[in-house]
Nanobody, 123 residues
Framework: VQLQASGGGLVQAGGSLRLSCAAS????????MGWFRQAPGKEREFVAA????????YYTDSVKGRFTISRDDPQNTVYLQMNSLKPEDTAIYYC?????????????????WGQGTLVTVSS
């Protein structure tokens, strides 16, 4: 599956952004989807995942209560709604997909990666 992320930008602390990731090439509903991020000088880390049904979600502790992952299967798109943004959320955000279940996303081994979209949160 090919993945195209968008929606990044510059926002002030406390603001919101919504990232989108459009998928093509395979049956989107077969995939668990996820978001990762990589801050300057740091390793890429897991942010959020959603299972194929949309009924189960996972978040890293630092974004719980602020970020929401969702999917729109007819649009072949997964979203990451980011609220109450903090400067430490500044990173390149990547979407990812796997047919093997959300565990593969949570441990960082998806089948496919999209290109990144840059999110910058100013203080």
């Amino acid at each position: 599956v090919q993945l195209q992320a968008s929606g990044g930008g510059l926002v002030q602390a406390g603001g919101s952004l919504r990232l989108s990731c459009a998928a093509s090439g395979r049956t989107f509903s077969n995939y668990a989807m996820g978001w990762f991020r990589q801050a300057p000088g740091k390793e890429r880390e897991f942010v959020a995942a959603i299972d194929w049904s949309g009924g189960i979600t996972y978040y890293t502790d630092s974004v719980k209560g602020r970020f929401t992952i969702s999917r729109d299967d007819p649009q072949n798109t997964v979203y990451l709604q980011m609220n109450s943004l903090k400067p430490e959320d500044t990173a390149i955000y990547y979407c990812a997909a796997t047919t093997r279940g959300t565990r593969e996303l949570r441990v960082g081994t998806p089948d496919s990666w999209g290109q990144g979209t840059l999110v910058t949160v100013s203080s």
